[in-house]
Nanobody, 126 residues
Framework: QLQLVESGGGLVQPGGSLRLSCAAS????????IGWFRQAPGKEREGVSCISSSDGSTYYADSVKGRFTISRDNAKNTVYLQMTSLKPEDTAVYYC???????????????????WGQGTQVTVSS
């Protein structure tokens, strides 16, 4: 059974850092593009970052460029989102998701993705 489990969220002060993890089970993560999305209360789900499987290329939303870094550890079947210089507007539930088509370039469109984790809350507040 394919499953994605996010962890690493929490409460952090502005300017702080967090590292989110997305652990996959039931499939080999390195064949598929993985995305991170977030959703704040009253807002639509937005793409934050994604990483392709074919060449490891990465993409970031303009709002997080230079602050967030996505990476994958195929040996651990896990994808990470390192978040630094966090701002209150980064507050949201963060989800990881997988594109079930193998070796496709990733995109920051939720329609590209098929399976989603349960999400982890990130709150940036003083």
């Amino acid at each position: 059974q394919l499953q994605l489990v996010e962890s690493g969220g929490g409460l952090v002060q502005p300017g702080g850092s967090l590292r989110l993890s997305c652990a996959a089970s039931g499939f080999t993560l390195d064949y598929y593009a993985i995305g991170w999305f977030r959703q704040a209360p009253g807002k639509e789900r937005e793409g934050v970052s994604c990483i392709s499987s074919s060449d490891g290329s990465t993409y970031y939303a303009d709002s997080v460029k230079g602050r967030f870094t996505i990476s994958r550890d195929n040996a651990k079947n896990t994808v990470y989102l390192q978040m630094t210089s966090l701002k209150p507007e980064d507050t949201a539930v963060y989800y990881c998701t997988v594109d079930s088509v193998v070796f496709r370039q990733c995109q920051l469109s939720p329609r590209r993705y098929d399976y989603w984790g349960q999400g982890t809350q990130v709150t940036v507040s003083s």
